[in-house]
Structures are given as structure tokens and as C-alpha cells.
């Protein structure tokens, strides 16, 4: 039985383990590993079975079979010698087993090797054999045990499940290879794993058959059976997205129960009277998700909801119609946007809207404002002004908001568009400018169950999953660059007889504003030269103020340019109804949602609509082999043929999330999870794509814990308190426990 006293022997530091030593420690220290708990958890990145024991003449009949794989023979060394050739050395030892003889050569660390190889001794040999030109089996560089150094311990480097680890150059400058750090964390986990102290609930390792959690870890180091390691991965996954959860379950717990804020109701005929100036009617899915937001909004705990819709699916006005319902109440509502343009826009159309309503009913007098960067500093200091004293009613803006010098009067409704570009700590800064205003963050890029389990699980989540009505679905074609004349004759034809504007978009050469501007201009030159010098043509990129971009934006929409050559700055939001093709090169080099975001920047009029995907030829050719089977492609294929997948799905699909979920199985949660926006840890273990069944349990688990001790008081609940702390401070910063 171990004395808890001694469970802090694991933090002391690694230089104490044997071979360590203060300088190796602190070559340890640069990635992380300071304690022995450390390098106990330092796992390894894979595993090689060298359990097949087999004899040297077996292995000449498998290498006659075509045989591949990596075997194990324990042989007594015969004879040892070093050869010279061609200003090079090498060492070949024979060795002999009841089988018959072989050999294994080293071109490195010739005169080490040649010490530790002495007639007589007997070896367990690993390694992948060949035959050479004279028949004979050889091994190159094996892996090996003197089998003599300690019968007890058994083979550390063959005859078992052998772990490789990632070794980073600091400790390679320090001498420490794949054999010297297998035996230094061996030594570790041998005296000193026993004294880990379980990390989960006991009733949760016994309800889900977990391994206890010193099994686990010395399972994941050397496992006795492929079976046993399995069992110790599943319990870190587990773990890990248990302890995820319980973050999420905080959070949700702590928003909804510790803060009380405003019961915003409607109250007046704002709302009725301004649906009727409204052109269209709400889809059902609109009116449902009002219905949800409002009694959200009618409560006095504060509203923290999520609302995704594809693109074009009508999330702005709702999200308007919302901002009304907190300004019929006397309170200031906010929508930030991530790009100037985009907040820009949204201040146009509400405003005009507005203006729309303010002639009609007077007394309502609803101002709007902008607030962006780029603004002369006189308007920037009147609108601060107005918002500071209530003057104005509705502010829409950017990061700009989040500055210090930015007062509300009575903020009541915090509205976050395209979320997903705004980290939590920026919403949590906006969210304290005013009393626990509610919020709702919105995204046109649909967020697969997953992912809304896990980073957006403490909100409430609204869909909009249904498309405005007359709304023609986009084509979506992909073509070879060979075909652009064809595509370039198809923009001028469609416009000298529909009147189409196109889109012709290209990506960024490189992280370079400079190249952005100059691949660009080079583009629009060359299309105005040659193939579209019938139409005329405007130009968009990164390099352009806020001020330059509107102009080009407003032109465009006034119909003062038939093809808008643009950069990606187009992705986000800018509608322009008449604006029916987009043609989008190198797609290849786009990432999946954003070509779902550029697709749908075209289609918002009633006209047919098409988005064309421009490749190399060769890709287009292998997407097309996907054409119907996307849905059963494995990891592997996935992973080889990334480019070919992408383009196919966006020609198959057009639902967001459709799109979304391959999306997530493209790019992995590593990408996407985005620890920094979300405020969680980053997964070492788990997987959120495949390992879904755990994630529910696991997430299960948490909530109704939390449920029943939302403040972990409960001595059951001790450990994960501390664990809690000591391992997830930074998380809970969003997630306190009281």
C-alpha cells in the first residue's frame, strides 16, 4: 500500500532517473517533460509486435516466400569482423542458432557495435531481414538484448510489443537514441508508475470496464498484448473527452445559473410592423428559431445560443429581428462582424431598413452605427459618443468593439457573426462591456455534432434548414485548367445575354500582401486584354483599404462592372443578388468550408447560378473517380487523395452540413478544433471524428455529474477537482469551479 505522502515523489524532477542526469533534464524540459509524472505520460507514438521468435532457417523460407515483416531470432555470436571497401568500413558479425548461421552488418557506430558483440554471448536479434547475393540471411542495423543482461526484466528491445518514441534534436544532441530512451522511461514506469493515483471516478472505471489508470500507463508504454494496449487507449480517450465535457458542463452550468440578466420581451408593435415592410415572407424555419431566441430572451437568465444556416438561409434578419426585440425593451444590441466590408454592408442594409421603418412609424426612431478600424477618427469619436450616451440603438462593427475605450449605456444583446473567427476570450471581453447582455453567435458554416459537442457545447443551438423560397440551387462544376477558354466564353455569353456578373476568384500565392496585390493585378490585366476585354472589369484584393474595397463593392452592385477579379476577401457575406457565376481557380488549394463560403456568394438572386471549380487537369480526372462513393472511402484514401476528395464533395453536395462533416474528416479535429478560439486543451488521445460513441458517453457522464455537484464538493467528486485544477487551470478560466 503507498502512503499518499509519497505520491509526490512523481514530481520530483526527471534528472533523478537513472541516465538523466541536470543537463539531459533540461534538454527534457524544452518539450515539456520537467517530472517523472512527465515522462510517465510521455507515450510513445507507436508500437512494432516483435514477438515472433522464429529460427534462422525459418526466415531463409520466408524471405524465399516474398516475406516483408519484421522478425525475431535469439542466436550466440560466431565471429566479428570490420571490412573496409571503397574508403568506407562496415562490421559483420555472424551469429548461430540450432538452425543454422546468418548475419548482421552495421555501417555506423562501427567501433560501439564491435565492443558489444563477443564471441559467445547470446542475442535476441529484431529487424527486418534480406537475403543477399550469396544466399545468406542478414539483418542491418537490428535492434537487440544481450539476453544475459537481466533474464528477469526480460528483452526490452525484442521479443515483446516494442514502443518507439518521438525524439526531438535536443535530446538526440544529447546521445539519447531509440534504445536509451526506451530505457530510461522503462525505468520510470517500473518504479515509479504505482504511485499514480486514479484520475476518473471509481464507478465510472467499473460501470465502462476501464484499466485503472497504472495499468493504463504501463500498458501504453509496454503492453503484454495488442488486446491490453487497446483497452489503455480507450481509457485515455475516454479520459480525456470525459474531462472535455466536464469543461463544457461548467460552463453551460456557470453562464446559466450564476448570472441573471435581462427579461427582454416584445412589448410594443415594433416587431409586428416592422415584418410587414419586410419584401418576403419567413420560411418556417425562421419563424422557428424567433420562437426559440424569444423565450430565451423573455427569461431573466441570460441567452447563450448558437444559430447555424448554410449560407443564404436568412440568419441576418433574423438576427435583426432579434437586436429589435432588445431595443423595444430600452437596451442597446450589437453585431460584430469579422471584416470591415462585411460589417460595412450590414450597417447599410440595416440602416436602410431602418429608415424604411422610422418614415413609416416615427415614434420608434431606431438608430443604427458603425464602429470599425478604419474610420476617420472624427466619426469614430461621434459614434463612441452616441453609443456611450444611447444615442443610437443598433451598433454594428469589428474588433474595434472590443476596445477599451468603447461604453455602452445598456447593452442588452450581443450578436457574434461568423463565430468561428472569434475566439471565446474576444466574446467573453464584449459580453463584460455590458450586464449579462444575452448573446447569440451565429455561423454560415455549419458545425458538424461533434464539434457542437464538444467547443460549442455550452450553448444552445438553433438551425435554420431551410432555404428561402424561388431559391434556385447553385451548380457546381469542376474542370481542368485545359477548359478555361470555354469557361471564360461562358461568363461573356451569359452576360451578354442574361446579364450575369461573375466572381473570377484566385487564391493567395503566399502570406504576402505584396505577391497578393501583384499576382492580382497580373490576372486582371490579362483577362482584360484577352479573353474578357468585351466586358468590363473590377478589381478586388487584400492590399485595399476599407474605403477602396467599399467602392469596388458598391460599384459592383450598382452594375458598373460586369466580372469582379478578387482575392479570398470576398469569402464572407458580400451579397450581391445579381451576381450568378463564380469562378474559383487553384481550387485545389482551398479548404472545403471555404469553397462551401465562396460558393456562396453567387445564387442570391432568381436566377440559375453556377460555381466553377478550376484545377489541374490531372486532379480534376482522379476527383472524378469519387463521383459516388464518397461516403465509403477509408481514412487512408481520405488522407492520399485529399485534394480529389474536396473538389468531388463540393460537386455532390451543396447541404453545409454535409459538406461540414467530410470537411471534419478531412482536414482532422487538429485543425479544426481551434484550441486557442475555443478555450479548451488540445486532444492527444481521442479523435472526435471516429471515436463518437465515447464522446456521447463520456460527455453523458460529465453533464449529469455536474448536474448533481455542480461544484465538486462532493468527496467522490475530490479527484476531479484536483485534477481539474491542477491540469485545466487555463480552461477554467471559462469553466470555474466555485
Given at each position: 500500500m503507498i502512503n499518499k505522502d509519497e505520491v509526490y515523489i512523481l514530481d520530483n524532477s526527471v534528472q533523478f532517473l537513472k541516465s538523466i542526469g541536470p543537463k539531459r533534464a533540461q534538454s527534457f524540459a524544452k518539450f515539456g517533460i520537467k517530472t517523472i509524472r512527465d515522462i510517465m505520460f510521455y507515450f510513445p507514438t507507436r508500437h512494432l509486435d516483435r514477438r515472433t521468435t522464429i529460427t534462422s532457417g525459418k526466415a531463409y523460407t520466408y524471405l524465399l516466400d516474398g516475406f516483408e515483416g519484421e522478425i525475431t531470432i535469439l542466436a550466440s555470436v560466431v565471429s566479428k569482423e570490420i571490412i573496409k571497401y571503397s574508403r568506407r568500413e562496415l562490421l559483420k558479425v555472424q551469429f548461430r542458432d540450432a538452425a543454422g548461421f546468418f548475419e548482421c552488418v552495421w555501417f555506423q557506430g562501427i567501433n560501439y557495435f564491435y565492443d558489444v558483440f563477443n564471441a559467445g554471448n547470446i542475442f535476441a536479434l529484431s529487424g527486418k531481414p534480406a537475403l543477399t547475393k550469396y544466399g545468406n540471411v542478414q539483418f542491418v542495423h537490428p535492434d537487440y538484448d544481450r539476453i544475459s543482461d537481466d533474464e528477469s526484466r526480460g528483452f526490452l528491445n525484442t521479443g515483446k510489443i516494442i514502443p518507439f518514441y518521438k525524439i526531438p534534436k535536443e535530446l538526440r544532441e544529447t546521445n539519447i537514441g531509440d534504445l536509451s530512451i526506451r530505457r530510461i522511461i522503462a525505468t520510470a514506469v517500473q518504479q515509479y508508475a504505482d504511485y499514480l493515483s486514479e484520475t476518473l471516478p471509481v464507478d465510472?472505471?467499473?460501470?465502462?470496464?476501464?484499466?485503472?489508470?497504472?495499468?493504463?500507463?504501463?500498458?501504453?508504454?509496454?503492453?503484454?498484448?495488442?488486446?491490453?494496449?487497446?483497452?489503455?487507449?480507450?481509457?485515455?480517450?475516454?479520459?480525456?473527452?470525459?474531462?472535455?465535457?466536464?469543461?463544457?458542463?461548467?460552463?453551460?452550468?456557470?453562464?446559466?445559473?450564476?448570472?441573471?440578466?435581462?427579461?427582454?420581451?416584445?412589448?410594443?408593435?415594433?416587431?409586428?410592423?416592422?415584418?410587414?415592410?419586410?419584401?418576403?415572407?419567413?420560411?418556417?424555419?425562421?419563424?422557428?428559431?424567433?420562437?426559440?431566441?424569444?423565450?430565451?430572451?423573455?427569461?431573466?437568465?441570460?441567452?447563450?445560443?448558437?444559430?447555424?444556416?448554410?449560407?443564404?438561409?436568412?440568419?441576418?434578419?433574423?438576427?435583426?429581428?432579434?437586436?429589435?426585440?432588445?431595443?423595444?425593451?430600452?437596451?442597446?444590441?450589437?453585431?460584430?462582424?469579422?471584416?470591415?466590408?462585411?460589417?460595412?454592408?450590414?450597417?447599410?442594409?440595416?440602416?436602410?431598413?431602418?429608415?424604411?421603418?422610422?418614415?413609416?412609424?416615427?415614434?420608434?426612431?431606431?438608430?443604427?452605427?458603425?464602429?470599425?478600424?478604419?474610420?476617420?477618427?472624427?466619426?469614430?469619436?461621434?459614434?463612441?459618443?452616441?453609443?456611450?450616451?444611447?444615442?443610437?440603438?443598433?451598433?454594428?462593427?469589428?474588433?474595434?468593439?472590443?476596445?477599451?475605450?468603447?461604453?455602452?449605456?445598456?447593452?442588452?444583446?450581443?450578436?457574434?457573426?461568423?463565430?468561428?473567427?472569434?475566439?471565446?476570450?474576444?466574446?467573453?471581453?464584449?459580453?463584460?462591456?455590458?450586464?449579462?447582455?444575452?448573446?447569440?453567435v451565429m455561423s454560415a458554416t455549419p458545425i458538424p455534432r461533434t464539434l457542437s459537442m464538444t467547443v460549442y457545447g455550452d450553448l444552445d443551438v438553433s438551425i435554420i434548414d431551410e432555404m428561402p423560397k424561388n431559391r434556385i440551387s447553385i451548380k457546381t462544376i469542376l474542370r481542368g485548367e485545359g477548359k478555361l477558354p470555354d469557361i471564360y466564353k461562358f461568363i461573356v455569353d451569359k452576360n451578354k445575354k442574361r446579364g450575369c456578373q461573375s466572381f473570377i476568384v484566385y487564391p493567395l500565392v503566399e502570406e504576402s500582401e505584396k505577391l497578393e496585390l501583384k499576382a492580382a493585378e497580373t490576372y486582371f490585366k490579362e483577362l482584360q486584354n484577352t479573353y474578357l476585354k468585351q466586358l468590363r472589369l473590377g478589381l478586388l484584393h487584400g492590399r485595399m483599404t476599407w474605403r477602396e474595397k467599399e467602392e469596388v463593392m458598391l460599384s459592383f452592385l450598382d452594375n458598373k462592372f460586369d466580372v469582379l477579379i478578387a482575392t479570398t476577401v470576398i469569402e464572407v457575406g458580400i451579397d450581391i443578388p445579381n451576381a450568378n457565376i463564380i469562378l474559383i481557380n487553384d481550387a485545389h488549394r482551398f479548404g472545403l468550408s471555404q469553397l462551401h463560403q465562396l460558393r456562396g456568394r453567387v445564387g442570391r438572386g432568381t436566377q440559375q447560378a453556377y460555381c466553377i471549380l478550376v484545377t489541374k487537369d490531372e486532379?480534376?480526372?482522379?476527383?472524378?473517380?469519387?463521383?459516388?462513393?464518397?461516403?465509403?472511402?477509408?481514412?487512408?484514401?481520405?488522407?492520399?487523395?485529399?485534394?480529389?476528395?474536396?473538389?468531388?464533395?463540393?460537386?455532390?453536395?451543396?447541404?453545409?452540413?454535409?459538406?461540414?462533416?467530410?470537411?471534419?474528416?478531412?482536414?482532422?479535429?487538429?485543425?479544426?478544433?481551434?484550441?486557442?478560439?475555443?478555450?479548451?486543451?488540445?486532444?492527444?488521445?481521442?479523435?472526435?471524428?471516429?471515436?463518437?460513441?465515447?464522446?456521447?458517453?463520456?460527455?453523458?457522464?460529465?453533464?449529469?455529474?455536474?448536474?448533481?455537484d455542480p461544484h465538486l464538493k462532493d468527496e467522490k467528486h475530490s479527484s476531479l477537482r484536483i485534477n481539474l485544477i491542477k491540469n485545466y487551470s487555463k480552461s477554467l478560466k471559462y469553466a470555474k469551479i466555485a
Open positions: 465510472l472505471v467499473h460501470k465502462y470496464n476501464l484499466l485503472n489508470i497504472v495499468d493504463s500507463v504501463k500498458a501504453m508504454h509496454f503492453p503484454d498484448t495488442k488486446e491490453l494496449f487497446d483497452r489503455a487507449v480507450y481509457r485515455f480517450k475516454f479520459e480525456e473527452l470525459f474531462y472535455l465535457e466536464m469543461l463544457v458542463a461548467l460552463r453551460k452550468h456557470n453562464y446559466k445559473t450564476k448570472l441573471i440578466g435581462n427579461s427582454l420581451k416584445v412589448k410594443t408593435k415594433l416587431i409586428g410592423e416592422f415584418l410587414k415592410i419586410l419584401p418576403f415572407e419567413l420560411t418556417k424555419a425562421q419563424l422557428r428559431v424567433l420562437a426559440e431566441l424569444r423565450k430565451d430572451m423573455e427569461d431573466e437568465k441570460p441567452m447563450n445560443r448558437l444559430l447555424q444556416g448554410d449560407v443564404g438561409s436568412g440568419k441576418t434578419i433574423v438576427a435583426l429581428i432579434a437586436m429589435l426585440i432588445a431595443v423595444d425593451n430600452g437596451c442597446q444590441a450589437v453585431l460584430m462582424a469579422p471584416t470591415e466590408i462585411l460589417a460595412d454592408q450590414h450597417a447599410k442594409n440595416i440602416s436602410a431598413m431602418m429608415k424604411m421603418l422610422n418614415e413609416k412609424h416615427p415614434e420608434f426612431n431606431i438608430k443604427t452605427s458603425l464602429l470599425i478600424g478604419g474610420q476617420k477618427k472624427s466619426d469614430k469619436n461621434k459614434n463612441l459618443s452616441a453609443i456611450e450616451l444611447q444615442e443610437t440603438d443598433i451598433i454594428i462593427g469589428t474588433h474595434a468593439l472590443f476596445e477599451e475605450k468603447v461604453g455602452f449605456k445598456n447593452l442588452g444583446l450581443v450578436i457574434v457573426d461568423e463565430q468561428h473567427r472569434f475566439g471565446v476570450e474576444q466574446r467573453a471581453k464584449l459580453f463584460a462591456k455590458g450586464k449579462t447582455p444575452d448573446i447569440l486532379y480534376a480526372a482522379a476527383a472524378a473517380k469519387y463521383k459516388n462513393n464518397l461516403e465509403y472511402l477509408s481514412p487512408a484514401q481520405i488522407e492520399k487523395y485529399k485534394s480529389s476528395v474536396r473538389l468531388q464533395t463540393m460537386v455532390q453536395y451543396f447541404d453545409g452540413f454535409k459538406v461540414a462533416e467530410i470537411d471534419l474528416k478531412l482536414r482532422g479535429p487538429g485543425n479544426i478544433f481551434g484550441t486557442e478560439q475555443s478555450g479548451f486543451p488540445e486532444l492527444k488521445h481521442a479523435d472526435i471524428v471516429t471515436d463518437t460513441k465515447i464522446l456521447i458517453a463520456a460527455k453523458e457522464e460529465a453533464f449529469n455529474i455536474i448536474k448533481q
